[in-house]
T-cell receptor, first 114, second 109 residues
Framework: EPEVTQTPSHQVTQMGQEVILRCVPI?????FYWYRQILGQKVEFLVS????????KSEIFDDQFSVERPDGSNFTLKIRSTKLEDSAMYFC????????????FGPGTRLTVT | DAKTTQPTSMDCAEGRAANLPCNHS???????VYWYRQIHSQGPQYIIH???NNETNEMASLIITEDRKSSTLILPHATLRDTAVYYC??????????FGTGTRLTVIP
């Protein structure tokens, strides 16, 4: 069964450093998402991406964040200058273009900013 | 997207059916009911969805009331591996998912 994959599973970085989180969505899906979950809190939407551009973003997704689909398979989330409060699990998701639009999530990347 | 209300937590004996309720009284006609679950810190897992009719798949059944204002997710024979947080989410699906706090289901041996 096809699945969303994410790398790395755990990333430790120092405050102020740039990180890139990588995702490989399910191959025939058209919509891609990033969510995050701070420890003990809700899963929060960050950004959605379709047809090589951002279709929606939350207020969390400020200028420090960017997304890219550099080739036909990868979908990346970049945080330019990490802060302590960026420590969280980051989940990538993808969905097909037809209803009912169920989203499939990857296993997540645990980002720890020290 | 419509808001949902779920109990904070529930227990279920292993092997018994787990019935997880959800209220979504402000649901619109074109909105689906989706259920996801999150086991520990893993990525949320899609379980099932429905629009009007009851649905069943290999994981669960979804019962939606006739007025569509509430629904119940049924895990017919709960196992220890079903211990998770279950999220009821209502929306057209075309937008991002809004996760509430969900129901923490604990399956007891």
């Amino acid at each position: 069964e096809p699945e969303v994959t994410q790398t790395p599973s755990h990333q430790v970085t120092q405050m102020g450093q740039e990180v890139i989180l990588r995702c490989v969505p399910i191959s025939n899906h058209l919509y891609f998402y990033w969510y995050r979950q701070i420890l003990g809190q809700k899963v929060e939407f960050l950004v959605s991406f379709y047809n090589n551009e951002i279709s929606e973003k939350s207020e969390i997704f400020d200028d420090q964040f960017s997304v890219e689909r550099p080739d036909g398979s990868n979908f990346t989330l970049k945080i330019r200058s990490t802060k302590l409060e960026d420590s969280a699990m980051y989940f990538c998701a993808s969905r097909p273009g037809q209803p009912p639009y169920e989203q499939y999530f990857g296993p997540g990347t645990r980002l720890t900013v020290t | 997207d419509a808001k949902t209300t779920q109990p904070t937590s529930m227990d279920c004996a292993e092997g018994r059916a787990a019935n997880l309720p959800c209220n979504h009284s402000t649901i619109s006609g074109n909105e689906y009911v989706y259920w996801y679950r999150q086991i520990h810190s893993q990525g949320p897992q899609y379980i099932i969805h429905g629009l009007k009719n009851n649905e069943t798949n290999e994981m669960a059944s979804l019962i939606i009331t006739e007025d569509r204002k509430s629904s119940t997710l049924i895990l017919p024979h709960a196992t220890l591996r079903d211990t998770a947080v279950y999220y009821c989410i209502v929306g057209t699906g075309a937008n991002n998912l809004f996760f509430g706090t969900g129901t923490r289901l604990t399956v007891i041996p």
